[in-house]
């Protein structure tokens, strides 16, 4: 049982390393915030990840994402893959991808699976090759090596060891990847934003060479990237029938700080201004969000002011609420209670949103 360390209040749902309560993270933020941001210093330190952002005078300025770095000469992003080098930004660029990629048969447990058109048909004859699921075919998995946010219980951290390998993969060897039986891209981490050049370039190579008029270009995200290559990452998800599914990690900025290092102002924004899309192709969905229930953290409250943004934005939006395995600083938490994911999704269904999926439903445990 973790113990907050500000009013002594100890619960199964309090971590360890975040030493602190969703409460007084939130009642006492600028008094806490500078403990909570050595634990994420010391968790990109443990993997030499640049650990802050920096901001050097005269710096060059990095537009990829909100952290919005200005990098200094031998210096590196947030990101740690992008860097300066005789003037000029290294990494991260078109034709060099610090990535892994592999053939996922369909219909696959991707978080979007449950309305998309690999999964259900959604969209046929246009943008999907059946009526239900895409048996005997696959998705080109892209998973990119960095990412611009730190969180702290990362489901994939693995790849914070990778982000120094040497190997690369041309965005021109990535397309050529997509096969007979590929009928979607789905590019995700890490996060994409760090590496965005290269799947653009990478989806556009793949489009062109496509024989098949069936490829959906997705992307799983923090949603943090800025313009304009959030309107670039959209227009191919758009006229693809791909989707972009934003992960809204939370709702209070404070709680956000602390389990993701940063804010989540950009994500929300750019969430909003995607719903402006849909109605240009309201099917198969082209926005969907998912939330991770962590114990103690995310709560009915968090995942309540999510779904009500949603909701007012576009009710139809698909909403996928994910039960939370322990995992990297938060191992010590439990699994999300059946009660608790259940409770939330009750939540998100009467803010008005139409379409809400309990993903992850083998790891709800007992109550807590």
């Not at 199964?12 to 602190?20: D, E, F, N, V």
């Given at each position: 049982m973790g113990a907050c360390t500000y009013c002594g209040k100890g619960s199964?749902?309090?971590?360890?390393?975040?030493?602190?309560c969703a409460g007084c993270i939130k009642a006492h933020f600028d008094k806490v915030w500078p403990e909570i941001r050595r634990v994420h210093q010391q968790s990109r330190r443990a993997y030499g990840l640049t650990e802050t952002p920096p901001r050097s005078p005269g710096g060059i300025s990095c537009s990829l994402c909100v952290q919005e770095c200005a990098i200094g000469e031998g210096e590196r992003g947030y990101c740690t893959l992008r860097r300066v080098e005789n003037g000029r930004i290294r990494g991260g660029r078109p034709h060099e991808g610090n990535l892994s990629y592999y053939h996922d048969p369909l219909p696959t447990n991707c978080v979007g699976n449950f309305v998309c058109p690999a999964g259900t048909g959604s969209g046929y004859p246009q943008y999907a090759v059946s009526r239900g699921p895409e048996y005997g075919h696959?998705?080109?998995a892209v998973f990119y090596r960095a990412c611009s946010f730190n969180c702290l219980y990362c489901q994939n951290y693995h790849f914070k060891e990778e982000t120094f390998s040497p190997a690369r993969v041309s965005a021109k060897e990535l397309a050529d990847a997509v096969g007979r039986t590929t009928t979607c891209i789905c590019y995700f981490g890490g996060d994409p934003t760090p590496q965005v050049l290269h799947a653009l370039k990478t989806s556009r190579l793949a489009k062109k060479k496509r024989s098949n008029p069936v490829l959906r270009i997705c992307w799983e995200t923090n949603g943090a990237v800025r313009e304009p290559f959030l309107s670039q990452m959209a227009e191919l998800s758009l006229g693809s029938g791909g989707c972009i599914k934003f992960d809204l990690k939370a709702?209070?900025?404070r709680i956000h700080y602390a389990l993701c290092g940063v804010t989540n102002r950009q994500t929300l924004e750019n969430f909003k201004s995607l719903a402006g899309w849909i109605e240009r192709r309201p099917e198969p969905p082209f926005l969907i969000a998912s939330t991770l229930l962590v114990p103690g953290y995310v709560d009915e409250a968090e995942v309540g002011e999510i779904a009500r943004f949603i909701s007012a934005l576009d009710p139809e939006i698909p909403y996928s609420l994910l039960g939370f395995y322990p995992h990297f600083y938060l191992s010590d938490l439990p699994t999300t209670s059946r009660t608790h994911g259940l409770r939330c999704k009750e939540v998100a269904e009467?803010?008005?949103?139409r379409h809400v999926h309990m993903g992850n439903m083998h790891l709800l445990g007992g109550d807590y």
């Open positions: 199964r749902t309090i971590s360890k390393a975040i030493g602190l696959n998705n080109l709702w209070d900025e009467r803010a008005g949103l």
